[in-house]
Structure formats: structure tokens, C-alpha cells
């Protein structure tokens, strides 16, 4: 099958082509409604590099099929089977990947307020195309759906029950994508069923989340009613006491935009040593920087909070999945995660594999581990082409 797989953000549209499963180009449009825009084409070894005039997605939508017509990517846009499209959030609507129709629009319309950031941008990508090409059969993929399995009593928040459900008020998740291709990958590496495995995953990136998975379900995950909660990230603080908002309003003279910008882009690693690169931070906190050694600290001392917490809701643990940019690509923080965990859990890792493990899919853990640790890269738009494969195959 021919699946496109596309990301609209506000100014930027990334997308992916996929022949039977196997990634053949991708192009990424960058700047759309500025003066400039930028196209980068990448498909073999070829890579192509464009300056072009973007005013809207529209314009972006028209420019994506033109570029791969040109360089004889496609032929036309008839001979594909599907585009898949990543939505950010689903609600409580969707458990499911979803064939597109007008009905479906509008519930991502309604769940504007839950996901303003990023709602709109992917239902502008799906309605350019639907004008366009309103024979191109279209699949919502919901970063939220996978943690809709999530038992009730993991899913629902503390509140009065008729605030909760008059503000559709309950724990999301996100990051679903990453989090079931992973899942899915550990379990082709430990050659078990999925439905036999219990895992934790930790997409580790400049936003981070940790899930617990049974049987191929999410149980529970750390980001909640948004991206906000759970693990401390590249610039979101995660966890916090709530009544911080409160006192910060009456005794700085806060307003509530002031105080979400600063718990959303201004905190976490960023807000405690000035970067949210963990390369940076490493670099620094090896180099002394105390702020920088501070803030790992905190960094791994949380993730190790959600591991313990894991464990207990699963009962038991048959592999950590360490994915995404820094869990991929940071040694040290793995090393740190995975240090003081032998005892109480059964995880011990090779530090020569550890090190070595860099890219790809490779396991980590010693043979003297009870527990498997696997570093896996994520591939969403892979899950996603597959999803959509799976919604409109006959």
C-alpha cells in the first residue's frame, strides 16, 4: 500500500511516503506564512533544498504534491491509498484510528480547547486535502487513542464528578504513537507476544513521558489531562504541587497566561541550569556546573519515581524501553536511570553495550538482569502509515 504520512504544525508541514511499509521520501515545509519558506526533499540518497513562497497550508499542500511529482516520487496523487494524519488529541471520542468524514472534523473541531496548540494545525492539514483531493481517502491517527485502555480509576482525576465530566476533565495521555510502536518493537526483539508482555516505556525527547503497558494496553502514563504533567521535561516542569499557580498569582503578581508560559517553556531543565539540550546539560554537569548537575539529578530522580510506580501498578516487569531523542541518544542519562535499581528491581545494565547503543534497536541489559532494557527508535510515522493501512485495507 502507498500511505503519506503528514504532520501539520502552525508554520510547518512534515510528511513521509511509504511503499508497503518502507519509508521511500520525506519533505518537510518549514516557515509557511512568512516571507521565505523552506522545502527539504529527501528521498534515496538524495537530498534537495528549496526556497519557496508559502502564504498558507494550502499553498504548502499544493507545493508537497508538486515537489513529489516532479521528482517522480508519485505520478499522481489517485495512486495513493491513504494519507495519515497525526492528531494530537482525541478526547474521550476517539479509542481508534479513523477514517475521515465530516462528522469526524467536527469532533477534532470541538477538542480545539483541550489541544489549542495543536488541534488546528492538524485539522487545517486534513481539510486542505479533503478541498483538494475529496476522493483521497484520509486517517486520523490520536496521539491520545492508545491511552484510552486506561482503567478508570487511572484515567480519572480527584474532582468532583461533574466538574469532571462538564469539562471533559481526565487523564489523556500523549506520545501514544511512540508508545505502541515501541511496544511493539520490544516484543519482536524479545521474540514474545505482546499480549504476554509487561512493559514501561520512556519517550524520552524535550517534551517526556513514561507509560505502563499490559498486554499490549496502556494502564497508566505520566502526561495527563495535558503535556504538562508527569515526568520533568526540556522546558515543562511536570509534577507539581497545583497550589504553586495559586500562591504565585497572589504573591508575584501573576497572571494565570504568565504562569502557564512559565510551566510550559520556561521550566524543567531550561528553567533550572539555562538549557534544555541535554547535550548541553551532560556536557556542563560533568564540567562542575552545579545547576547542571542539579537538574539532572532531578531529571533522572523522577524518571526512577515513575519506574517504582510502574512496577508496583504492573506486578511485574518484563522489559524498560528507553525511546525517543535523549532516551535514544544519552548514554549517561540511561546509565543514571538504570544505577541503584538492581536490588529492589532486578535491573542491571552492560556499561559497554549501554555506551555503544546509540542508534538502532538494541538491548542493553547484563545477563545477570532480571528485568530486560531495551533502547528502541521510535518511529510514529512508521506506526501511523501502519495504522492507516490497517483502517482502509479491504
Do not use: W
Not at 203 to 222: E, F, M, P, V
Not at 244 to 268: P, V
Amino acid at each position: 500500500m502507498k500511505i503519506l504520512v503528514l504532520n501539520a504544525g502552525s508554520s510547518s508541514l512534515k510528511c513521509q511516503y511509504f511503499i508497503h511499509e518502507e519509508s521511500v521520501a520525506s519533505l518537510t515545509l518549514e516557515k509557511i506564512g512568512e516571507e521565505q519558506s523552506y522545502a527539504t526533499l529527501c528521498y534515496g540518497r538524495e537530498k534537495r533544498e528549496e526556497v519557496l513562497s508559502l502564504k498558507d497550508h494550502h499553498c504548502a499542500i499544493k507545493a508537497l504534491f508538486a515537489l513529489l511529482k516532479r521528482f517522480h516520487i508519485i505520478t499522481d496523487v489517485s495512486e495513493l491509498d491513504a494519507v495519515g494524519h497525526r492528531v494530537v488529541h482525541g478526547g474521550s471520542s476517539f479509542s481508534q484510528p479513523t477514517l475521515i468524514n465530516t462528522e469526524v472534523i467536527t469532533q477534532i473541531r470541538s477538542l480545539i480547547p483541550l489541544a489549542p496548540l495543536h488541534n488546528p494545525s492538524n485539522l487545517e492539514g486534513i481539510e486542505v486535502i479533503s478541498a483538494a483531493y475529496p476522493g483521497l481517502k484520509q486517517v486520523a491517527v490520536f496521539d491520545t487513542a492508545f491511552h484510552q485502555s486506561m482503567p478508570e480509576y487511572a484515567a480519572h482525576y480527584p474532582l468532583p464528578s461533574t466538574l469532571s465530566k462538564k469539562a471533559h476533565i481526565r487523564r489523556y495521555g500523549f506520545h501514544g504513537t511512540s508508545h505502541a510502536y515501541v511496544a511493539k518493537e520490544a516484543a519482536r526483539m524479545l521474540h514474545r507476544p505482546l499480549e504476554a508482555l509487561s512493559l514501561i516505556t520512556l519517550h524520552l525527547g524535550n517534551g517526556a513521558s513514561a507509560a505502563a503497558i499490559q498486554a499490549g494496553k496502556s494502564i497508566d502514563t505520566s502526561m495527563g489531562f495535558t503535556p504538562l504533567e508527569g515526568l520533568m521535561m526540556g522546558t515543562r516542569c511536570g509534577d507539581i504541587d497545583p497550589a504553586i499557580i495559586f500562591y504565585l498569582a497572589r504573591t508575584q503578581n501573576m497572571d494565570y497566561e504568565s504562569i502557564e508560559k512559565i510551566l510550559n517553556k520556561e521550566s524543567g531543565l531550561k528553567g533550572i541550569c539555562g538549557s534544555n539540550d541535554m547535550r548541553i546539560v551532560i556536557e556542563s554537569a560533568r564540567s562542575g556546573d552545579e545547576q547542571s548537575q542539579l537538574a539532572l539529578a532531578m531529571y533522572v530522580y523522577r524518571i526512577k519515581k515513575y519506574i517504582g510506580a510502574y512496577t508496583a501498578a504492573l506486578g511485574d516487569v518484563d522489559a524498560l524501553v528507553f525511546t525517543g531523542g535523549v532516551g535514544e541518544h544519552a548514554s549517561y542519562v540511561r546509565h543514571k536511570v538504570c544505577e541503584g535499581l538492581a536490588s529492589t528491581f532486578g535491573i542491571r545494565i552492560d556499561t559497554q553495550k549501554n555506551q555503544q547503543a546509540e542508534s538502532g534497536h538494541t538491548a542493553i541489559h547484563s545477563e545477570e538482569s532480571n528485568t530486560a532494557v531495551l533502547v528502541i527508535a521510535t518511529n510514529e510515522e512508521l506506526e501511523i502509515a501502519r495504522e492507516a493501512q490497517r483502517v482502509v485495507s479491504p
